[in-house]
Structures are given as C-alpha cells and as structure tokens.
C-alpha cells in the first residue's frame, strides 16, 4: 500500500509540514500517532525548517485522546507533555492549518502552534469532564492564550463552541473559508523575515508578558542593541535603502 504513517512529513522551500493522517480514529492521540509526530519533529528539525505548518486529513484534526488506549493500561502522558513542549519551545514558527473538529487533547495540540488558522466551519469541544477526567495536561498551552474566566464554561461543561467565539476569546488567530490560502499567507510573511530575527521575536512574545516593567526595558533594550549591531540587520537595511529583497527571502534568488 502507499505511504501507511499516521503522521506524513514533507519539507519544500524551507517550511515543513506535519500531516495528521490517522482517519480511522479521527487522528487521535495514540502512543503510535505522538510516536510519529515526535519524528516528523526531529525531521523539521533536522532540515533547520525555518516554520512548521501541523494540519490533517480526514474531518477531523484531531479527536483526543485515544481512549481504547487509555483503557487498556496505566497512562503514560510524557510523549503528549514533550509533543507540547516542542511545538511551543521550537525556535521556528508553528502554525496550525485546521480544517475540522477539535476535541478535548486536540486543543492541546492546537494551541501548542503560534497561528492557529481555522475554517469558519469547524467547532471545538473540551469533554474531559464528560468522561471523568480533566484537560490537565492542555490546559497549560491553553491558558497562556486565555483567561481562565473566557474558557471557563467550556472546560466546565465539555460544551461545543464554534470558530468565531474561539477567536473572540484569542483562542485561534485566524478564521477563515480558505484554509490553505490564509497559511501560504502567513508563510511567506515567516520566510520575509530573517530567521534569527523570527526566533528572537517568537521567544520575546513569550518572555516579555513575565516579566515586571524595568526588567522588561532592560532585556528588550539590550536585545534590540544587538540585533541593530547585527549582520542580518546591515543586510536588511541595505536591502530597504537598496530596494531589493534581502537575502535570507527566498524571492530574491528568483
């Protein structure tokens, strides 16, 4: 048969793209699924992909949790916590390109992605509650989008909720009816930028909101003095005054 994975790979032009391809259980979390996807990771690392798009086939991105899984022996949830903690921690861009059903674990997932790009179709569900248990592990990406108040009656009710209130509460950045469209967009807005230059601002997105207001001025001011004293900005200034592209866009080797 063809390509059997449940988590396919591919790299072009510097962007890699993790494809959730386990549609018998509507891409859920199971060891063999997180198993695949930590290698699709190592893959994008390998390559020094310069940003991550994660999306799916099938109706649904992901379902959560495997539960038959979860059933049948003592839990192991450290290769979702390191799934998460990569997605977040990597210094490249991750975008997530979602174009059905988001339920429970698949939040986590979700949320663990810079961008998140969703159809205007597609709905959300965190039903932990309705099974006994509680979105632990996720609600950790989750809550460093939202308020506790703004996800509250969701996480307390397994209630669905569609994209438009998703992105009122910042749950999701983008909702759109092209999918594809919107990322290729924001993809060639990531490759614009230099890379160092993407990572640094990925990595200060984070760091600034915990830090108090002088501490804050202090790292920022020096990061700043670095980064204008650098090679990458002498070549994106003489790019500008130049009016070309600077090297780094992969238009300017057109």
Same mark, same amino acid.
Do not use: Y
């Given at each position: ?13 510097? &962007? ?19 198993? !695949? ?19 799916? !086939? ?57 961008? &998140? ?10 039903? !932990?509650?309705? &099974? ?9 990406? &989750? ?17 669905? $909720? ?54 804050? $001025? ?8 670095? $980064? $204008? ?26």
């Amino acid at each position: 048969m063809a390509d059997e994975r449940l988590v396919q790979h591919t790299t072009h032009n510097g &962007i890699s793209t993790i494809t959730l391809n386990s549609q018998h259980n509507r891409n859920a979390l199971s060891r063999r699924l997180l198993a !695949e996807l930590h290698e699709a990771l190592d893959d994008a690392e390998d390559v020094d992909a310069r940003a991550i798009v994660l999306r799916h !086939e099938g109706p649904a991105f992901c379902s959560g949790a495997d539960l038959k899984e979860r059933s049948a022996g003592p839990p192991d949830s450290g290769p979702m916590v390191h799934a998460l903690e990569r997605l977040m921690d990597t210094p490249r861009p991750t975008i997530a390109a979602v174009n059905g059903a988001v339920r429970a674990g698949g939040l986590g997932l979700m949320t663990a992605c810079d961008l &998140i790009v969703v159809n205007t179709s597609v709905t959300f569900a965190l039903t !932990e509650v309705r &099974i006994g248990v509680t979105a632990a592990i996720i609600s950790v990406p &989750i809550l460093r989008r939202v308020s506790a108040g703004q996800i509250a009656a969701a996480m307390l009710t397994g209630e669905s $909720f569609d994209a438009s209130t998703a992105f009122d509460i910042g749950l999701v950045t983008h909702v759109t009816n092209d999918v594809a469209a919107t990322v290729d967009d924001l993809v060639r807005g990531v490759l614009a930028g230099a890379p160092r230059a993407v990572a640094a601002t990925k990595a200060l997105l984070r760091r600034v909101p915990s830090l108090d207001r002088e501490a804050a $001025f202090h790292e920022m001011r020096a990061l700043s003095e670095q $980064f $204008f004293t650098s090679e990458d900005a002498a070549e994106g200034m003489a790019s500008f005054i130049e009016k070309r592209l600077p090297k780094w866009n992969p238009d300017a080797r057109r």
